[in-house]
């Protein structure tokens, strides 16, 4: 399983920017797809996930610091996952990851650097 993530990069407070991560590989039916951030200094967390459900994601999960500014969605049919960062805040400044489970299997994408300064 390969994940290849896609987006990030330089965002204003209040602003907006949007990751995508396209999966390969075996990519079973029922998995969970999501997204995790690391800042400096501090441990990784869980932003956002959602489980495959119909053909556009199932139930979702957001960390309260991102709930009501950030949205998780899917496309099952393209394996692919996004996240939807509005009203970006400075601490929300850290390297993104791409993230799916399925039978007990955890893979990684590359982690892709979102920065929130003025």
């Known amino acids: 399983v390969q994940l290849q993530a896609s987006g990030g990069g330089l965002g204003q407070p209040g602003g907006s920017l949007r990751l995508s991560c396209a999966a390969s590989?075996?990519?079973?039916?029922?998995?969970?797809m999501g997204w995790y951030r690391q800042a400096p200094g501090r441990q990784r967390e869980l932003v956002a996930a959602?489980?495959?459900?119909?053909?556009?994601?199932?139930?979702?999960n957001y960390v309260d610091s991102v709930k009501g500014r950030f949205t998780i969605s899917r496309d099952n049919a393209k394996n692919t996952v996004h996240l939807q960062m509005n009203s970006l805040k400075p601490e929300d400044t850290a390297v993104y990851y791409c993230h799916i489970a399925q039978r007990g299997q955890n893979y990684w994408g590359q982690g892709t650097q979102v920065t929130v300064s003025s």
């Open positions: 959602i489980t495959t459900g119909g053909n556009t994601g199932g139930n979702t």
């Open positions: 590989g075996s990519i079973f039916s029922l998995n969970v």
